[in-house]
Protein backbone atom coordinates (compact mmCIF):
# COMPACT_ATOMS: atom_id res chain seq x y z
CA UNK A 1 0.00 0.00 0.00
CA UNK A 2 0.57 3.78 0.14
CA UNK A 3 3.27 5.53 2.74
CA UNK A 4 3.68 8.81 3.18
CA UNK A 5 6.31 10.62 4.85
CA UNK A 6 5.82 14.12 6.03
CA UNK A 7 8.46 16.50 7.55
CA UNK A 8 9.12 18.26 9.62
CA UNK A 9 6.94 17.82 12.34
CA UNK A 10 7.06 21.26 13.76
CA UNK A 11 8.10 24.27 12.11
CA UNK A 12 8.39 27.74 13.45
CA UNK A 13 8.66 30.73 11.51
CA UNK A 14 8.34 34.64 11.89
CA UNK A 15 5.61 36.37 10.32
CA UNK A 16 6.45 37.00 6.75
CA UNK A 17 8.54 34.34 6.25
CA UNK A 18 8.15 31.51 4.04
CA UNK A 19 7.59 28.08 5.24
CA UNK A 20 8.12 24.83 3.27
CA UNK A 21 6.77 21.25 3.96
CA UNK A 22 8.26 18.44 2.13
CA UNK A 23 6.23 15.17 1.77
CA UNK A 24 7.34 11.71 -0.32
CA UNK A 25 5.22 9.22 -1.60
CA UNK A 26 5.57 4.95 -2.41
CA UNK A 27 3.32 3.98 -4.95
CA UNK A 28 4.13 5.37 -8.19
CA UNK A 29 0.50 5.41 -8.82
CA UNK A 30 -0.65 7.97 -6.91
CA UNK A 31 -1.51 11.17 -8.94
CA UNK A 32 -4.01 12.97 -6.49
CA UNK A 33 -2.28 14.85 -3.86
CA UNK A 34 -4.50 17.10 -1.19
CA UNK A 35 -3.29 19.28 1.70
CA UNK A 36 -5.77 19.47 4.29
CA UNK A 37 -4.84 22.35 7.35
CA UNK A 38 -6.20 22.22 10.89
CA UNK A 39 -6.66 23.99 13.70
CA UNK A 40 -6.39 23.56 17.05
CA UNK A 41 -9.32 21.81 17.67
CA UNK A 42 -10.96 21.74 14.62
CA UNK A 43 -11.85 19.56 12.12
CA UNK A 44 -9.02 19.21 8.91
CA UNK A 45 -10.45 21.04 5.54
CA UNK A 46 -8.96 21.05 2.46
CA UNK A 47 -6.44 24.06 1.15
CA UNK A 48 -5.28 23.24 -1.95
CA UNK A 49 -4.75 19.98 -4.55
CA UNK A 50 -2.47 18.99 -7.22
CA UNK A 51 -3.24 16.22 -9.47
CA UNK A 52 -0.24 14.56 -11.32
CA UNK A 53 -0.94 16.09 -14.78
CA UNK A 54 0.34 19.81 -13.20
CA UNK A 55 3.98 20.19 -11.76
CA UNK A 56 2.69 23.88 -9.57
CA UNK A 57 -0.52 24.82 -8.12
CA UNK A 58 -0.82 28.35 -6.97
CA UNK A 59 -3.93 29.84 -4.76
CA UNK A 60 -2.75 33.28 -3.60
CA UNK A 61 -0.08 32.69 -0.22
CA UNK A 62 -0.36 29.12 -0.62
CA UNK A 63 1.50 26.73 -3.63
CA UNK A 64 2.31 23.39 -4.17
CA UNK A 65 4.64 21.65 -6.26
CA UNK A 66 5.12 17.80 -7.65
CA UNK A 67 7.96 16.26 -8.76
CA UNK A 68 6.45 12.72 -9.81
CA UNK A 69 10.13 11.42 -10.98
CA UNK A 70 11.06 11.91 -7.47
CA UNK A 71 7.70 11.30 -5.85
CA UNK A 72 7.65 14.16 -3.81
CA UNK A 73 5.62 17.25 -3.45
CA UNK A 74 5.57 20.48 -1.43
CA UNK A 75 3.27 23.05 0.23
CA UNK A 76 5.11 26.32 0.30
CA UNK A 77 3.52 29.55 1.84
CA UNK A 78 4.82 32.80 1.69
CA UNK A 79 4.57 35.58 3.94
CA UNK A 80 3.47 33.67 6.51
CA UNK A 81 0.46 35.52 9.16
CA UNK A 82 0.05 34.26 12.52
CA UNK A 83 -3.68 32.63 11.61
CA UNK A 84 -1.49 30.21 9.19
CA UNK A 85 -0.56 28.47 12.81
CA UNK A 86 -2.52 25.11 12.55
CA UNK A 87 -1.37 21.69 11.90
CA UNK A 88 -1.50 20.96 7.78
CA UNK A 89 -1.23 17.19 6.39
CA UNK A 90 -0.69 15.52 2.79
CA UNK A 91 -1.83 12.89 1.25
CA UNK A 92 -1.92 11.10 -1.63
CA UNK A 93 -3.75 8.54 -3.46
CA UNK A 94 -3.53 6.41 -6.91
CA UNK A 95 -6.78 6.55 -8.65
CA UNK A 96 -7.86 3.23 -8.92
CA UNK A 97 -11.26 2.41 -8.32
CA UNK A 98 -12.66 3.70 -5.23
CA UNK A 99 -8.99 4.37 -3.62
CA UNK A 100 -8.66 5.65 -0.16
CA UNK A 101 -6.14 8.56 1.30
CA UNK A 102 -2.98 7.89 2.93
CA UNK A 103 -2.09 10.78 5.37
CA UNK A 104 1.27 11.85 6.39
CA UNK A 105 1.81 12.18 9.72
CA UNK A 106 1.26 16.02 10.19
CA UNK A 107 3.05 18.62 10.35
CA UNK A 108 2.63 21.90 13.15
CA UNK A 109 3.21 25.18 12.09
CA UNK A 110 3.79 28.26 14.25
CA UNK A 111 3.96 31.63 13.51
CA UNK A 112 5.02 33.74 15.87
CA UNK A 113 4.43 37.96 15.62
CA UNK B 1 -26.48 22.57 4.65
CA UNK B 2 -24.75 21.33 8.17
CA UNK B 3 -22.23 19.06 6.20
CA UNK B 4 -21.50 16.48 8.22
CA UNK B 5 -22.33 15.80 12.24
CA UNK B 6 -21.09 13.69 14.56
CA UNK B 7 -22.72 12.54 17.99
CA UNK B 8 -21.54 12.53 20.50
CA UNK B 9 -18.50 15.16 21.04
CA UNK B 10 -17.16 13.66 23.71
CA UNK B 11 -17.30 10.68 25.43
CA UNK B 12 -15.42 8.48 28.32
CA UNK B 13 -15.82 5.00 28.84
CA UNK B 14 -14.60 2.18 30.87
CA UNK B 15 -12.89 -0.61 29.82
CA UNK B 16 -15.08 -2.92 28.04
CA UNK B 17 -18.11 -0.92 27.66
CA UNK B 18 -19.56 -0.46 23.95
CA UNK B 19 -20.35 2.55 22.52
CA UNK B 20 -21.62 3.92 19.13
CA UNK B 21 -20.52 6.36 17.30
CA UNK B 22 -22.92 8.55 14.82
CA UNK B 23 -22.17 10.35 11.44
CA UNK B 24 -24.41 11.86 9.59
CA UNK B 25 -23.94 13.79 6.05
CA UNK B 26 -26.24 16.20 3.82
CA UNK B 27 -24.21 16.71 1.37
CA UNK B 28 -25.66 13.29 -0.91
CA UNK B 29 -22.12 11.94 -0.82
CA UNK B 30 -21.12 8.68 -2.24
CA UNK B 31 -18.63 7.51 -0.29
CA UNK B 32 -17.99 8.12 4.07
CA UNK B 33 -14.68 7.22 6.22
CA UNK B 34 -14.34 6.86 9.93
CA UNK B 35 -10.79 8.20 10.83
CA UNK B 36 -8.96 8.12 13.71
CA UNK B 37 -6.19 11.06 15.18
CA UNK B 38 -3.64 10.29 17.72
CA UNK B 39 -0.16 13.06 18.52
CA UNK B 40 2.44 12.31 15.93
CA UNK B 41 0.20 10.18 14.09
CA UNK B 42 -1.93 11.86 11.71
CA UNK B 43 -4.95 10.93 10.33
CA UNK B 44 -5.53 6.52 10.06
CA UNK B 45 -8.24 5.47 8.53
CA UNK B 46 -9.96 2.74 10.58
CA UNK B 47 -13.34 1.76 7.98
CA UNK B 48 -14.69 3.12 4.63
CA UNK B 49 -17.82 2.82 3.02
CA UNK B 50 -17.38 3.43 -1.21
CA UNK B 51 -21.06 3.83 -1.58
CA UNK B 52 -24.56 3.00 0.19
CA UNK B 53 -24.63 -0.92 0.87
CA UNK B 54 -19.95 -1.10 0.64
CA UNK B 55 -18.05 -1.05 4.05
CA UNK B 56 -14.18 -2.20 3.54
CA UNK B 57 -11.32 -2.05 6.17
CA UNK B 58 -8.67 0.74 6.43
CA UNK B 59 -5.02 0.75 8.05
CA UNK B 60 -6.53 0.04 11.49
CA UNK B 61 -9.83 -1.56 11.34
CA UNK B 62 -9.03 -4.25 14.66
CA UNK B 63 -11.61 -3.24 17.45
CA UNK B 64 -14.42 -1.56 15.54
CA UNK B 65 -17.26 -2.34 13.20
CA UNK B 66 -19.43 -0.06 10.90
CA UNK B 67 -22.65 -0.08 9.66
CA UNK B 68 -23.70 1.97 6.55
CA UNK B 69 -27.36 2.66 7.47
CA UNK B 70 -28.39 4.52 4.63
CA UNK B 71 -26.32 6.97 2.05
CA UNK B 72 -26.22 10.12 4.75
CA UNK B 73 -25.50 7.65 7.83
CA UNK B 74 -22.19 6.03 8.50
CA UNK B 75 -21.75 4.87 12.19
CA UNK B 76 -18.75 3.35 14.23
CA UNK B 77 -18.88 0.19 17.00
CA UNK B 78 -16.23 -0.02 19.58
CA UNK B 79 -17.57 -3.49 20.81
CA UNK B 80 -15.35 -3.68 23.72
CA UNK B 81 -13.44 -0.30 24.46
CA UNK B 82 -9.68 -0.58 25.04
CA UNK B 83 -7.55 2.32 26.78
CA UNK B 84 -5.24 1.92 23.21
CA UNK B 85 -8.40 3.24 21.39
CA UNK B 86 -8.26 6.86 23.05
CA UNK B 87 -8.47 8.99 20.36
CA UNK B 88 -10.01 11.54 18.43
CA UNK B 89 -12.31 10.27 16.00
CA UNK B 90 -13.23 11.77 12.59
CA UNK B 91 -16.52 11.27 10.12
CA UNK B 92 -15.62 12.28 6.63
CA UNK B 93 -17.15 12.20 2.95
CA UNK B 94 -16.99 12.44 -0.45
CA UNK B 95 -18.26 12.51 -3.80
CA UNK B 96 -15.60 9.95 -4.74
CA UNK B 97 -16.46 7.42 -6.89
CA UNK B 98 -14.16 5.58 -9.22
CA UNK B 99 -12.05 7.68 -11.51
CA UNK B 100 -13.15 10.57 -9.59
CA UNK B 101 -10.79 12.37 -6.40
CA UNK B 102 -13.24 14.72 -4.81
CA UNK B 103 -12.28 16.94 -1.60
CA UNK B 104 -13.20 14.76 1.70
CA UNK B 105 -15.25 17.08 4.17
CA UNK B 106 -14.76 16.37 7.93
CA UNK B 107 -16.76 16.34 10.65
CA UNK B 108 -16.31 18.11 13.69
CA UNK B 109 -14.76 14.89 15.59
CA UNK B 110 -15.57 12.93 18.94
CA UNK B 111 -13.06 12.69 21.76
CA UNK B 112 -13.08 9.45 22.98
CA UNK B 113 -11.63 8.65 26.25
CA UNK B 114 -11.16 5.45 27.50
CA UNK B 115 -10.54 4.45 31.02
Known amino acids: GENVEQHPSTLSVQEGDSAVIKCTYS??????FPWYKQELGKRPQLIID?????GEKKDQRIAVTLNKTAKHFSLHITETQPEDSAVYFC????????????FGKGTMLLVSP | NAGVTQTPKFQVLKTGQSMTLQCAQD?????MYWYRQDPGMGLRLIYY???????DKGEVPNGYNVSRLNKREFSLRLESAAPSQTSVYFC??????????????FGPGTRLTVL
Open chain 2, 92 to 105: ASSERGPLSYNEQF
Open chain 1, 27 to 32: DSASNY
Open chain 1, 50 to 54: IRSNV
Open chain 1, 91 to 102: AATPLSGYSTLT
Open chain 2, 27 to 31: MNHNS
Open chain 2, 49 to 55: SASEGTT
